[in-house]
């Protein structure tokens, strides 16, 4: 077994081709990793300047994500870990960036993503956007959903958020975003470390039934 089972995987993330998003394509976009046991940020797929530099949360959203971390004292990389559901770029025929499939959600996010989540065993995960939470509660929306953490049986806290692109759309809810980041910090500073993701296959208290923990998803 690998000293590093994080740098292995990310390797394996790094020349998949398992699905068609290989074809158009530029770089994979495997994260970025903080600590164990820190605070994990989930966004949906890489957008055209992710696909450019393989970074995610690049571009005027990802400096207004890095503004709201470092609003409350957080640093992508030292802090935080940054990862998309989706670690390739889905394009429209004529190259635009598109709405991720169900099925291609499904499909990369149960590869990698919650491979990676078992490894990194994060105290807090912080879902942004309705694509990336409605891979982690199928039937939620953001709407409904926004500004609070959910707990789960597998140990760890699901807090929900927006995406920054939304705010650069509606400024207007500027404010409200930076009160989003202050209760997320509270929240996180408050639960005590995760011993990782448990083994049991349970589901996330208190929510619509087919939600699912990430066990659910490791047979």
């Known amino acids: 077994m690998s000293d590093n089972p994080l740098a292995e995987l990310t390797k394996n993330v790094l020349v998949c081709e398992a699905c068609h998003l290989k074809d158009s394509r530029t770089k994979i976009v495997p994260g970025i990793y903080g600590p164990v046991n820190g605070l994990c940020i989930i966004g949906e797929a890489p ?124 400024y207007n809810l500027l404010e409200l975003y930076e009160d989003h980041f202050k209760k997320l910090k509270d929240i996180y500073d408050e639960v005590p470390s995760a011993e990782g993701i448990k083994s049991q296959k349970n589901k996330i208290l208190g929510l619509h039934s087919e939600q699912k923990s990430l066990t659910d998803f490791f047979g």
């Open 47 to 170: 957008g055209y300047y992710e696909d450019q530099q393989g970074i995610p949360f690049v571009g005027r959203s990802g400096k207004l994500l890095d503004k709201m971390l470092e609003s409350i004292g957080l640093k992508r990389g030292e802090d935080v870990s940054i990862l998309n559901v989706i670690k390739c770029r889905p394009t429209t025929d004529d190259g635009k960036n598109r709405t991720p499939t169900e099925s291609e959600l499904r499909f990369c996010g149960e590869r990698w993503l919650f491979k990676q989540l078992k490894i990194l065993a994060p105290k807090l995960v912080v879902s942004i956007g309705s694509i990336s939470l409605k891979f982690f509660i199928p039937s939620a929306t953001v709407t409904k959903y926004v500004g609070e953490a959910y707990d789960t049986d597998f140990g760890v806290k699901l807090f929900v958020t927006y995406h920054p692109a939304y705010i650069l759309r509606n």
